[in-house]
Nanobody
Framework: QVQLVESGGGLVQPGGSLRLSCAAS????????MGWYRQAPGKQRESVATITAGSTTNYAESVKGRFTISRDNAKNTVYLQMNSLKPEDTAVYYCNRWPSWSRLWGQGTQVTVSS
C-alpha cells in the first residue's frame, strides 16, 4: 500500500528554520515527481515546491530563495528545508506526488511561524 508520512513541523519564530521530511512506502518513489504543498486556514491548498525524478526543482514565487526541496531515493524520502520563515508561511504542509494523487493525501505536518 502506498503511503506518505510527513514530519518535522512545529512552532518557530520569524526568521527561523525548519526541515520537513516525507517518508514514502511503495516502489513508485524513485521514478516519481514529488511535491510539497501547504494549506493555510481559510485558503486553498497550494503547491510550494516540486522535484522531478531527475531532481529538477521548481518553487512557488512566495518561497523562492528561502525553501529548498530535495530527495533521497535510497531512503524513499523527500525533504523541504525552510529558512527565513515568515508568519505567512504558517500552514499545514503535505507531500504528494506531482501532480498530486487524491488518494495519497496524508495528515500533513503543522508549521506555525509566530513570535
Amino acid at each position: 500500500q502506498v503511503q506518505l508520512v510527513e514530519s518535522g513541523g512545529g512552532l518557530v519564530q520569524p526568521g527561523g528554520s525548519l526541515r520537513l521530511s516525507c517518508a514514502a512506502s511503495g516502489s513508485f518513489f524513485s521514478s516519481a515527481s514529488m511535491g510539497w504543498y501547504r494549506q493555510a486556514p481559510g485558503k486553498q491548498r497550494e503547491s510550494v515546491a516540486t522535484i522531478t525524478a531527475g531532481s529538477t526543482t521548481n518553487y512557488a514565487e512566495s518561497v523562492k530563495g528561502r525553501f529548498t526541496i530535495s530527495r533521497d531515493n535510497a531512503k524513499n524520502t523527500v525533504y523541504l528545508q525552510m529558512n527565513s520563515l515568515k508568519p505567512e508561511d504558517t500552514a499545514v504542509y503535505y507531500c504528494n506526488r506531482w501532480p498530486s494523487w487524491s488518494r495519497l493525501w496524508g495528515q500533513g505536518t503543522q508549521v506555525t511561524v509566530s513570535s
